[in-house]
């Protein structure tokens, strides 16, 4: 295992972001831990490390969950180069570019991230996402009637832009009361937003779109969180919008904070997943067929389809003391880069781990989801949009295949991980 592969995942080569396993595998391999300077951070590739720091709250903070300082900096270079633009300049100079930078879920640490979590966990509760489901299985059929009209028409469909992206950006748009007529608005914000996650070098455009995304999503959410202070209804941003902790409202910059995060989490991340799951099928027929014939491995799939293929590739803690790490010691202040991806085809955990199990019995232990009191709060209805999407595609379309026209891009990130499009064939049910 070279130091370069490592270097040209960083440097979000396609090659490497489109295949990191080998090099996962080579860091699981190698004595101790390595230190990048590129990405100015240890990397933690085996499972029970992995764990044990994402479990340990006392010892690792998650003030940096996306990143060391050299990544701010890369976007500081951005903004100092759009300064010189006087339209930029106005944009930068708004007081609502300052809003939401505060630690919140994601980027919280205890005492304050427990009672964070005590306020947002109701509305993730089983009983919430039951509720939601009707309105997932009218989006999926909606969707999937868009997918059966492109193939009918030509032959093949890209199943990321008109299948895969559809379904979680309006389901976390209707939990945060964004109308339909502005779902375009809305995945543009969200593709700008998680920008920086993974992207230690942005281009100034990327920069200037992040940043005006920024201010319009800002503009945008607090209106509407003093429409919902004044009228709340049965929705996630009214639970936001209205919500106490330890007598106290959150503060507006808590608030967008936390939508900002919904946002990403609920969107992004549930569309590579489905996406993920559609291309494994169409690759291996005699796995589609079985999961047709036994719809109750779907569950086991989804999970499966998350160890191997994380839509979150890696977050950061950053150690508060001095550790020891397999052997190696990390000083106070360093940064640490928690490979989940890689950790979830550890052989010392997970059996035959490049294969796919729908019934394998430890496959809900992945880290796909983070572990400990950093458990993402939207893991269970993730689960539940995979679910119903594989289901209801299965039952809508029979030997779906991948078409010949496929260049399998990825999105242009070392922590987010998946595909731009993904085009298939396939007969209608």
């Not at 992040?210 to 607090?222: A, N, P």
């Not at 027929?285 to 499966?304: D, S």
Request: charged share 25%; net charge negative.
């Amino acid at each position: 295992m070279s130091g370069q592969s490592v270097d040209q995942l960083i440097h979000r080569e396609q090659g490497a972001i489109a295949c990191p396993y080998p090099i996962f595998a080579g860091l699981r391999e190698a004595d101790g831990v390595p230190y990048n300077a590129d990405l100015g951070a240890w990397i933690i590739s085996r499972y029970d490390d992995v764990r044990a720091i994402l479990r340990d709250t006392e010892r690792y903070s998650s003030l940096s969950p996306t990143g060391p300082a050299q990544a701010g900096e890369a976007l500081m270079a951005g903004i100092m180069e759009l300064m010189k633009d006087p339209e930029m300049a106005a944009v930068l100079g708004s007081n609502t570019m300052t809003r939401g930078r505060v630690a919140v879920l994601l980027n919280a640490d205890p005492p304050d991230h427990r009672r964070q979590r005590k306020l947002v966990n109701p509305a993730f509760r089983p009983d919430r996402i039951r509720a939601m489901e009707p309105a997932m299985v009218e989006v999926t059929e909606r969707l999937l009637a868009d997918v059966v009209a492109d193939l009918s028409a030509s032959g093949a469909t890209d199943v990321v832009k008109r299948f895969a992206v559809g379904l979680p950006m309006t389901i976390i748009a209707m939990a945060l009361g964004v109308a339909d007529d502005d779902l375009a608005t809305f995945k543009r914000w969200s593709d700008d937003i998680v920008m920086p996650v993974g992207n230690h070098s942005p281009s100034v455009e990327q920069v200037k779109g992040f940043l005006i995304s920024t201010k319009e999503f800002t503009e945008y959410f607090l209106a509407q969180i003093a429409v919902r202070k004044e009228s709340p209804t049965e929705d996630l941003l009214s639970d936001i919008a209205n919500a106490r902790i330890d007598g106290e409202e959150l503060t507006d910059d808590e608030q967008l904070g936390m939508l900002q995060q919904f946002l990403v989490a609920g969107n992004e991340t549930t569309t590579n997943l489905i996406a993920n799951i559609i291309r494994r099928l169409a690759e291996d027929p005699a796995l589609q067929e079985r999961v047709r014939a036994e719809p109750a491995l779907i569950e086991g799939l989804v999970e499966e389809m998350l160890r191997l293929e994380a839509p979150v590739g890696g977050l950061f803690r950053q150690a508060k003391v001095d550790v020891e790490v397999a052997g190696t010691r990390i000083p106070a202040g360093d940064h640490l880069w928690l490979l989940f991806a890689s950790a979830n085809r550890d052989g010392c955990k997970f059996a035959s781990p490049d294969e796919v199990d729908p019934e394998r019995a430890n496959v809900k232990e992945h880290l796909a989801f983070g572990n400990g009191e950093h458990f993402c709060p939207g893991a269970g209805l993730a689960r539940s949009e995979a679910r119903i999407a594989i289901t209801h595609l299965l039952g809508t379309l029979r030997n779906i295949r991948l078409a010949p026209d496929n260049d399998f891009h990825y999105g242009d990130s070392f922590v987010l991980r998946g595909l731009t499009g993904l085009r298939i064939t396939a007969d209608v049910a």
